[in-house]
């Protein structure tokens, strides 16, 4: 019996572990698809406090994007980007959610130097990226500034740039996932997507 449970924990452990186990690089990720669900957990706004996924889908249709962080050149043109796109979005009754593994203090510093108006939130800890499929191992060059993006929370692990369509029960209807970080998706693709779905 002792050695039954010994060989079980044993088993449950290397599972445990397994899952810890990021994505050698970008390529390597396995996202969730079309039709699957975001996984309902609580990042941190800009003001440090905890909020609700699932909460904030159920308000509107949600464009939600992933982003390695403020001192990604490629992510602050996206990112002002989007917010050329926003007005749009919105009176499609669409909002979007950009999150990042930087902690909330540097969100601000996002907030503020790329004039962006929707909601920012943080992921230091890497617990949606990697339940959503896009974290992978960060390359040791790096570590120090995701180190200082999230203040020292994250130090293992970047999120792939992508970008999903959710609706109210927080599904994926559209996503567009970029390996490559210096390629984003074009607000023309974004917004078509989006008209598209909604006319559905």
């Known amino acids: 019996m002792k050695t039954i449970f010994c060989m079980a924990f044993l088993v449950i452990g290397s ?14 990720i396995s996202p969730l698809l079309i039709g699957e669900k975001i996984p309902d957990v609580n990042l941190k706004s800009i003001d440090n406090e905890e909020v609700r996924l699932s909460k904030l889908f159920k308000e509107k249709r949600t464009i939600l994007v992933f982003y390695r962080g403020g001192w990604c050149p490629y992510c602050n043109l996206h990112l002002a980007a989007l917010g050329e796109a926003e007005a ?3 009176e ?36 949606l990226a990697q339940s959503v499929g896009i974290a ?32 109210l029960k927080g599904e994926i209807e ?4 970029a390996p490559d970080y210096k390629h984003r ?10 008209k598209a779905l909604k006319e559905k």
Request: glycine share 6%; proline share 6%.
């Open 185 to 194: 998706i074009s607000n023309d693709l974004l917004v078509a997507a989006a």
């Open 92 to 127: 499609l009754g669409y909002q979007i959610i950009a999150i990042s593994p930087d902690a909330p203090k540097n969100l601000k510093v996002t907030e503020e130097k790329d004039k962006v108006n929707y909601l920012l939130l943080s992921d230091s800890k890497g617990e």
């Open 136 to 167: 992978f191992e960060a390359p040791k060059n790096y570590e120090s500034v995701i180190a200082k993006g999230s203040e020292g929370v994250n130090t293992t692990f970047l999120p792939v740039p992508s970008v999903f369509i959710v609706n």
């Open 174 to 177: 559209f996503e567009f996932i």
């Open 15 to 28: 599972l445990v572990n397994g899952q810890q186990i990021l994505p050698k690089t970008a390529t390597d």
């Open 88 to 90: 749009e979005l919105l």
